[in-house]
């Protein structure tokens, strides 16, 4: 499989493949495997920057000065966004979502770090806020390169066809499924592409983090047509071809609940391995209660795809912490 695209080098690929052997063992099985797509590098790592690897050398070719995407506080993509704009020598802009909070803490902070420009929507949509920053770049003389949410469109999403392809040549495993956070949909609809591309047999799962099944099947449908498109694929998708669960959605978008920080927990005290509580802590709880219930074979091989979020960590301490941690003593 050829991916023949311009693309600019920000990750040390592959990432790592890893058993879960104590995971597995405390969940009674299935055989359960790990892709770190969360040690991809670039100021924390996660997967958005298999996606910038493409939409930077785009921004480059088309001479831009700056890049300019959206996200929410605790936007992973935004991060590495910033960051890879700091390697390149760009500007960054970041639109946010609502207003700023007392404090800059997880990939807020590291935002500020990495020398991003952080306007905030306020009761605005940050697509419209991101529209008059652009056209003010514009006005001002300067090429700004916008990015959607989530670096979500076919040429970002073309990068996790090419690592379904990493995947392939990485191991001789044949794994019944595959199992990720889904939200803006770009991920996964290039893990669709690239498993049709690859005759990869198993079940290609998205975890919804936050949209509805509906609505998620029709984005990831869509973007995974443009994929195809891209790369001379004649393939369309249909909102039916997407497997995606959207059974775990809790208290909403970016709110920990008890299932995600028991996911957290025990991929931390069996594994070593961090989540995170938006996303890789949802879709890793999404992945244990389906084996729980046995809707995941206990004979069957899993993949966890890591697509990182760790920083995000840092502004939960709160959430995460029991309140009698501080106060606890050491036993006579």
Wanted: aromatic content about 6%; overall charge negative; glycine content about 12%.
């Amino acid at each position: 499989m050829n991916i023949s695209l311009p693309r600019i080098h920000l990750t040390s690929l592959p990432t790592p493949l890893e058993p879960l052997a104590q995971l597995g063992k405390a969940l009674g099985g299935p055989r359960l495997f790990i892709k770190r797509d969360d040690l991809t590098g670039l100021a924390g790592g996660g997967n958005k920057t298999r996606k910038l690897e493409l939409l930077v050398a785009d921004a480059q070719l088309k001479k831009a000065d700056a890049l300019i995407t959206v996200g929410a506080e605790q936007s992973n993509h935004c991060r590495q966004t910033a960051a890879a704009a700091a390697r390149m020598g760009l500007r960054c802009i970041l639109v946010l979502r609502g207003q700023p909070p007392a404090a800059p803490l997880g990939n807020l902070l590291l935002d500020h770090l990495l020398g991003a420009e952080i306007c905030w929507s306020g009761g605005r949509t940050r697509e419209e806020v991101m529209d008059e920053v652009v056209a003010r770049e514009q006005s001002a003389g300067r090429n700004p390169y916008p990015i959607p949410l989530g670096g979500s469109n076919p040429l970002g999403a073309a990068a996790y066809a090419a690592a379904m392809d990493e995947l392939m040549h990485q191991t001789t495993e044949r794994f019944d499924r595959i199992v990720f956070a889904s939200s803006s949909g770009g991920t996964h609809a290039g893990l669709a592409v690239g498993a049709v591309m690859t005759g990869f047999r198993g079940q290609v799962l998205g975890i919804s983090i936050d949209e509805n099944l509906a609505s998620l099947q029709q984005m990831v449908a869509e973007i995974a047509t443009g994929v195809c498109r891209l790369l001379g694929e004649p393939r369309t998708f249909h909102p039916g071809d997407i497997v995606a669960n959207a059974d775990y959605l809790g208290a909403g978008y970016a709110i920990m609940g008890p299932s995600e920080r028991e996911a957290i927990d025990l991929f931390a005290r069996r594994e070593g391995i961090l989540l995170d509580p938006v996303y890789t802590g949802r879709a890793a709880a999404g992945m244990i209660d389906l084996i729980r219930r046995g809707l995941i074979g206990k004979d069957e091989t899993v993949l966890f795809w890591h697509t990182g979020g760790v920083p995000a960590l840092w502004a939960y301490t709160n959430e995460l912490i029991s309140p009698d941690f501080f106060s606890a003593s050491l036993p006579d």
